[in-house]
Nanobody, 126 residues
Framework: QVRLMESGGGSVQPGESLRLSCEVS????????MGWFRRVPGKEREAVAA????GASIYYGAGVQGRFTLSGNGIYLQMRDLTPEDTGMYYC???????????????????????WGRGTQVTVSS
């Protein structure tokens, strides 16, 4: 049984940075989809970053490209130049089934994930 727990959220001002962490227990396998998602007020849950475990291809959502970076095999999500539009609940997710390909973009759909953390809140305001 895979368990995920996010941490690192908080309240910051525009332009500041945060690093989110995803603690994984239960073991994950190579070749599976893993990602970070967020639900911002008034919008559906969207992919922030997604990748295939053990692979090199990372998908970043259009709104975060150039500002958000995955590291530590996807465990860490470094967020910089935060704006109020980044406010929301952030989740890490993992799917135990074999990924459709080794392209991170194919892991961007939230409906394909079977394990989710409870989320960590990020609030950006002045």
């Amino acid at each position: 049984q895979v368990r995920l727990m996010e941490s690192g959220g908080g309240s910051v001002q525009p332009g500041e940075s945060l690093r989110l962490s995803c603690e994984v227990s239960g073991g994950i396998s190579s070749g599976r989809c893993m990602g970070w998602f967020r639900r911002v007020p008034g919008k559906e849950r969207e992919a922030v970053a997604a990748f295939v475990t053990g692979g090199a291809s990372i998908y970043y959502g259009a709104g975060v490209q150039g500002r958000f970076t995955l590291s530590g095999n996807g465990i860490y999500l470094q967020m910089r130049d935060l704006t109020p539009e980044d406010t929301g609940m952030y989740y890490c997710a993992y799917d135990s089934r074999k990924a459709p390909s080794f392209a991170g973009i194919d892991c961007r759909h939230d409906t394909m994930y079977s394990y989710w953390g409870r989320g960590t809140q990020v609030t950006v305001s002045s």
